[in-house]
């Protein structure tokens, strides 16, 4: 099983840009699906990106689309988030979580999917 660890959260003007990294422990991270998702206060937690094991798959949530980019690196077990033309709304604690997958192309969207969380890190967008 591997443990995410999120970073590269802060505080930042809309129309900015925030690059989060997932580190993974653990082995065998090629071996797991990843995923971003976000919670703002009072609200669920909902899926933002999600990668496929070896990175060709990726999903966007619509709220994001064409701002975001998810990519990994396997041989680092690092997962990154690039957002870009950030807005207040944006504003949420993000998490970063892995699903063991055994189809290569498959791209885990539901939160049920996931088996591992990080703790989060917060990214506050000021207007």
């Known amino acids: 099983q591997v443990h995410p660890v999120e970073s590269g959260g802060g505080l930042v003007q809309a129309g900015g840009s925030l690059r989060l990294s997932c580190a993974a422990s653990?082995?065998?991270?090629?071996?797991?699906?990843m995923g971003w998702f976000r919670q703002a206060p009072g609200k669920e937690r909902d899926i933002v990106a999600a990668i496929s094991r070896s990175g060709r798959n990726t999903f966007y949530a619509d709220s994001m689309k064409g701002r975001i980019t998810i990519s990994r690196d396997n041989a680092k077990s690092t997962v990154y988030l690039q957002m870009n033309s950030l807005r207040p709304e944006d504003t949420a604690v993000y998490y970063c979580a892995a699903d063991r997958s055994y189809i290569d192309n498959y791209l885990a969207t539901r939160r049920v999917e996931y088996d591992s969380w990080g703790q989060g890190t917060q990214v506050t967008v000021s207007s």
């Open positions: 653990g082995r065998s991270f090629s071996n797991y699906a």
